[in-house]
Each structure stands twice: as C-alpha cells, then as structure tokens.
C-alpha cells in the first residue's frame, strides 16, 4: 500500500508498525477506521479534523478578541467625533448664512 503511493519507496517505520501490529489498540484503531475492507485512510500531519489548535493559534486567537473590540471602540469615537463636528459645522454654517441674510 505505501509502496503504491510513494513511488515503490520502502516504508521508513517498519520498525514502528512490528510494534504496534500486535497491540489490541492499534488493532481496535484500524478495524474503526477500515470500512468493508478498504486501505486504512492515510491522514496527512496537521490535515485531521480532530486535532486541537496549537499554542501560537490559540495565543494569536485569544488576543485578536481585545485588538477588535479596541478597534470597534475607536470607529465608534471617529464616529462620535466626526457627527459633533458635523454639528457644529453646521451651527457655524447657520450663524454665517443668518448673518448674509440679515444684511
């Protein structure tokens, strides 16, 4: 089966498989994994859906929270800001055109 897969290449942990081959674990491991007698799914590293994040992911992903809730904080002061200065825009902009009008 490898040899088919990896270009008639010799599996490099044999020495690991003729340890695990008699192990009621390993055995119960490949009966759940074979299905009507297919070839035993290979999974790639890192590829299994079952495995946990690691620690840099989970560090970058813990602290990511608070940099959004900063940044949402900070759009919302922009927000706060701009309409105060809209509004007093606008109140110079109404004392300049009742000050034109009046004349």
Sequence with gaps: MYKNQHEDKDFPFMHCYNKLQGCNK????LHTLMKD?????IDPAGAST???????????????????????AS???????????????????AVVWKAILDK
């Excluded at 002061?77 to 902009?93: G, P």
Aim: proline residues 4%; aromatic residues 4%; negative net charge.
């Design 37 to 41: 007698g297919e070839d035993v799914p």
């Design 75 to 93: 759009i919302e002061k922009m927000i706060t800001s701009f309409s105060m200065e809209n509004k007093e825009a606008a109140d110079r902009a």
């Design 26 to 29: 390993w055995d119960d491991l």
């Design 50 to 72: 079952g495995r946990s994040i690691g620690n840099k992911k989970a560090k970058a992903e813990r602290n990511a929270v608070p940099v959004l809730a900063a940044m949402d």
